[in-house]
């Protein structure tokens, strides 16, 4: 029994001193003199990781919205108010399914991606050869992919939202037979720009800092070996999606606790 | 405590977890001249390439490199230093992402401020050493592992540095291209007055070119000198590793009870 | 060539999701972006101010001209008392403007209606409406239809 606690008090430590090194390895990276050169490297960085999500953004973003706005009319129309599918499609997007939805997908397609690369770098010494040309691999390798998921993500997400409204709209309006003025009207006088767009945006921040985060540590200290890559690819994927849902009920309770 | 070479190794003691890789290791690496670090798996070569480079700190004692103690040196000191020093690692470490013509760039553009045209003709000069001028517009992926390592290796020469380490060049190459790389680290040796420093288990042509042998086993230096004399040593470790033979100093058999404790199915007791 | 595509569809990709966040702004919400601040304050009291709370609307004529910041009770009078912020620019609601609590819809949730009275004089910043109707309950409604169809027979 007492073992049982104190390897249950080991593992806590572990992971304490995981997050630790973690943190280390963000303020390294981070705190820099940005140069100019770093520019073109950021660029780089935001093509592979943004402009790469953005397929899967506006696929999965047609179909939401869609299924919203079917969901939507179906439940609606139980108690006669179809007008109000536009509010719930508008509501439903930009206060949660946006930020959440595509932190998830970003965690899976962008996340897992730059784990990799960066494992593999690791197991083939690219990262130790920078090391003995006198570069800094984390300042080199790591800043670039931080800071283009940082913009990325929130890019990403207003375009979901959109994409996904017009989605709703494709399904109420021009199929099942809404007005239009009453799915774009209600909308906007549901829909506040400060409370649900702005606080929408904010998770989107934080969810874009825990998924690069993550992604870049654990392909920075994985083994490496290919099954520590993979191992590592992993675990970026579950992690950041329980940091998305967990921090999201967090910021949800912050964000839209006080009004019922 | 004179220090006589471009590398001093005092009493370093190394540990990975509760096991020692090196016990108060002593050796020196003299200048201009190719030495070979050999041993037999797990006798720590690539550790003390790493703990030579800086990528790694000893647990106790002290590496000297250029006279410096690299341990006292911060992180913009040591990059100086690790420039006038060349690694050639044993997967080539080419970065992906850049053209074979972009990797050897790579250093020069650093470290050196060079017009556009000065860079390119030092490149293509490098890429001539290693015989690969015509393959530099090819990316890393389309070259074979014996042309990754040539690349590798003008790479790791571009700025002209005055030490070189080599981390197990000739494993996995064909006859051709051990060969190949036997000429060219000779070559470059005299050519650029280099000290080239290789970590090696291939003792035929590691011998072949060194003039020096480090011989590393059970934690320590087992033996030093150059090649000849180490061929010609009575000591059993060295001999056993110098003509290969199954078991001997080093066991073949890994710790284990006696056999017939361990078979299933006979009486004990 | 490649280059050029990749800082292309970078900037394509920034100015689509900048743009995205514009059509949220303007399209989406609305616009109402700032809390507009010659917008002024006035209270209410109500008998009963039977479901309303902070955010329902403030109309006239039915448009919308505030919201309700909070609903409490006035201690003094007893009563419920309703906070109201109006827009800065409906700056024509007489002294004697009557306030209603009403739903919109028959299940729908409830909102204040006002209607401006004949006086000159125009509310400002910290002023209160006594002329108040309060929420209809349903359970009073019928109560109350009983009683008439009681006496009626």
């Not at chain 2, 070979?36 to 590496?63: F, H």
């Not at chain 3, 514009?22 to 009963?48: D, H, K, P």
């Not at chain 3, 101010?49 to 329902?56: C, F, N, S, W």
């Not at chain 3, 209809?136 to 009683?147: S, T």
Request: aromatic letters at 8%; proline letters at 3%; one cysteine or more.
């Amino acid at each position: 029994m007492i073992n049982f606690i104190a390897d249950l008090g080991a593992i806590a430590v572990g992971k304490l001193v995981r997050i630790g090194e973690a943190l280390l390895m963000l303020l390294q990276a981070l705190v820099v003199r940005p140069k100019v050169s770093s520019f073109s490297r950021l660029i780089q960085q935001l093509y592979v990781v943004g402009v790469q999500s953005l397929i899967i953004m506006l696929v999965s973003a047609l179909f939401i919205g869609m299924v919203l706005g079917l969901q939507g009319y179906t439940l609606l129309s139980a108690y006669g108010s179809e007008q109000a599918v536009g509010q719930m499609v508008a509501l439903t997007l930009v206060r949660e399914l946006s930020p959440v939805v595509a932190a998830l997908l970003f965690a899976g397609r962008a996340g897992s991606a730059l784990t990799a690369e960066i494992g593999l770098m690791k197991a083939t010494e690219q990262l130790a050869s920078l090391e003995m040309f006198g570069i800094d691999p984390l300042h080199r390798i790591v800043a670039p992919r931080f800071w283009a998921g940082m913009i990325s993500l929130p890019l990403l997400v207003a375009i979901f939202s959109l994409v996904g409204i017009y989605g709703g709209h494709l399904v109420a309006v021009d199929w099942l037979g809404v007005y239009s003025g009453s799915y774009w009207g209600n909308m906007q006088q549901a829909v506040d720009f400060n409370e649900d767009v702005l606080n929408g945006m904010i998770k989107a921040f934080v969810f874009a800092f825990l998924i690069s985060w993550t992604a870049l540590y654990q392909g920075y200290s994985c083994t490496p070996t290919s099954q520590g890559i993979s191992a590592a690819t992993t675990r970026t994927v579950v992690y950041s999606s329980l940091a998305i849902l967990g921090f999201d009920f967090i910021l949800t309770a912050l964000m839209f606790g006080g009004t019922v | 405590m004179m220090l006589e070479g471009i590398i001093d190794i005092r009493n370093i003691s190394f540990y990975r977890g509760d096991r020692a890789v090196f016990k108060n290791l002593n050796c020196t690496i003299a200048a201009g001249k190719i030495t070979a670090i050999m041993g037999p798996s797990g006798s720590g070569k690539t550790t003390l390439l790493r703990l030579i480079g800086g990528q790694l700190k000893p647990s106790q004692g002290q590496v000297y490199l250029f006279g410096q103690d690299i341990a006292l040196l911060s992180r913009k000191q040591l990059n100086h230093l690790r420039s006038r020093m060349g690694v050639l690692f044993q997967s080539g470490a080419l970065f992906t992402d850049l053209s074979v013509f972009e990797n050897v760039a790579f250093p020069l553009r650093e470290h050196l401020n060079l017009s556009s045209e000065d860079l390119y003709n030092q490149v293509l000069l490098k890429l001539e050493a290693v015989g690969l001028r015509g393959a530099r517009g090819l990316m890393p992926a389309q070259l074979s592992g014996g042309m990754a390592r040539r690349v590798a290796l003008a790479r790791a020469v571009a700025i002209e540095p005055e030490l070189i380490l080599y981390d197990e060049p000739f494993a996995g190459q064909d006859p051709i291209a051990m060969a190949v790389l036997q000429r060219l680290i000779k070559h470059l040796n005299t050519q650029m007055r280099l000290t080239s420093v290789l970590v090696s288990h291939d003792i035929a042509e590691a011998c072949a070119i060194s003039d020096q042998v480090i011989l590393l086993g059970e934690g320590r230096v087992l033996a030093q000198g150059s090649p000849a004399e180490l061929q010609a040593s009575d000591d059993p470790a060295v001999k056993q590793f110098i003509h290969g033979e199954a078991d001997g100093v080093i066991p073949f058999h890994f710790a284990a009870p006696p056999l017939q404790e361990e078979l299933k199915g006979l009486n004990h007791d | 060539m490649r280059k050029r595509w990749l800082e292309l569809s970078v900037g394509l990709m920034i100015v689509a999701g900048v743009s995205a966040l514009i059509a949220l702004a303007l399209q989406v919400s609305g616009g109402n972006m700032s809390r507009n601040t010659q917008n002024y304050a006035i209270t209410a009291l109500f008998e009963n101010a039977a479901g309303l709370g902070p955010k329902a609307k403030v109309t006239m004529a039915g448009v919308t001209v505030g919201e309700v910041v909070a609903v409490g009770i006035d201690p003094n009078a007893l009563m419920a008392q309703v906070q109201m912020e109006i827009y800065g620019q409906v700056d024509y609601l007489s002294i004697d403007t009557s306030a209603s609590i009403l739903t919109s819809g028959l299940l729908g949730e409830k909102y204040v209606g006002l209607t401006v009275g004949a006086e000159d004089d125009v509310l400002v910043d910290g002023d209160v409406i006594e002329d108040t109707q309060s929420a209809l309950v349903l359970e009073e409604l019928i109560g109350q239809f009983l009683l008439n169809f009681g006496d009626n027979t």
